[in-house]
């Protein structure tokens, strides 16, 4: 098989500390790591489940998998024991919705223009993920925790499911900084999930917005991390994926799921 690593030499500079990059899937990693447009890729896992979670301001040095012994992260450890842990993977930029337009398009933020939280849109002449993926077939869903992945943002595109509900939103002092709790955003994935013909392939994204400043994790979080918020922000978003990734480890139809975790 050929090594992905190999496939995949992507390296783009950033100023802060490295991302987190964990895939399940091998197969999909070696055929595919092109532009969404490659044709041979798509025709030949056209009906992989693909389950995308990306994780806010979550630093590679705050996962127990990436060395880090005070950590509370036993579902992305478990994860990234059991597919391709990247160990030199970058962001294009620092900002939610930009990161987002990247990792959805595959494209620099030279050629989709979008560079900050405001004042910008994903314009709808530039596929994503989910635009290609619902055009071979896929039931495609999206949740996200954060305002700056609002769908007026333009990613919602391609999305049969764009679930931007704020209503219950944790309370911030910023409007831009509006929150949904992991746990929230997870069950009404699952649910999606679960209300889906099984043998109808999915594209599901879910967006997770913990780690983020302020830090104010919840109990029992806060108690186990007085002296760190953050780890306790991780471990708490940590927490909230268990349940997702216990609900598609079992396969439909003989289809093993491809899941990709990157922040």
């Known amino acids: 098989m050929v090594d992905p690593l190999e496939q995949c030499p992507f390296r783009v500079q950033r100023s802060t500390a490295h991302t987190i990059a964990v895939v399940v899937g091998l197969a999909v990693l070696a055929g595919g790591c092109g532009a969404f447009h490659s044709e041979p890729a798509v025709r030949r896992h056209a009906g992989l489940d693909v389950l995308l979670i990306t994780i806010d301001t979550l630093r590679a040095d705050a996962v127990g998998a990436y060395g880090n012994s005070r950590a509370s992260t036993p579902s992305i450890d478990r994860l990234a024991a059991a597919g391709v842990r990247f160990a030199d993977a970058h962001a294009h930029n620092v900002t939610t919705l930009a990161s987002h337009a990247n990792i959805l398009s595959g494209r620099y933020p030279t050629d989709h223009g979008v560079r ?94 913990e780690p983020h400043f302020p830090y104010a994790p919840p109990e029992p979080f806060a108690s186990r991390f007085l002296a760190d918020p953050y780890l306790g922000e991780v471990a708490a978003v940590d927490a909230a994926i268990a349940p997702l990734l216990e609900s598609i480890a079992a396969t439909r139809n003989g289809r093993q799921p491809l899941v990709v975790l990157t922040a």
């Open 116 to 209: 900050d939280n405001s004042g910008f849109r994903f314009p709808a002449t530039i596929d994503t993920l989910a635009t290609v993926l619902k055009a071979r077939g896929y039931r495609t869903g999206a949740f996200v925790s954060a305002y700056p992945l609002d769908s007026r943002f333009g990613l919602d595109r391609g999305f049969d499911a764009y679930d931007d509900s704020f209503v219950d939103a944790q309370p911030r002092p910023a409007f831009l900084e509006q929150e949904r709790r992991g746990a929230e955003t997870v069950a009404r994935a699952k649910r999606w999930l679960d209300a889906g013909a099984k043998d109808q392939p999915y594209f599901c994204w879910v967006h997770l917005y």
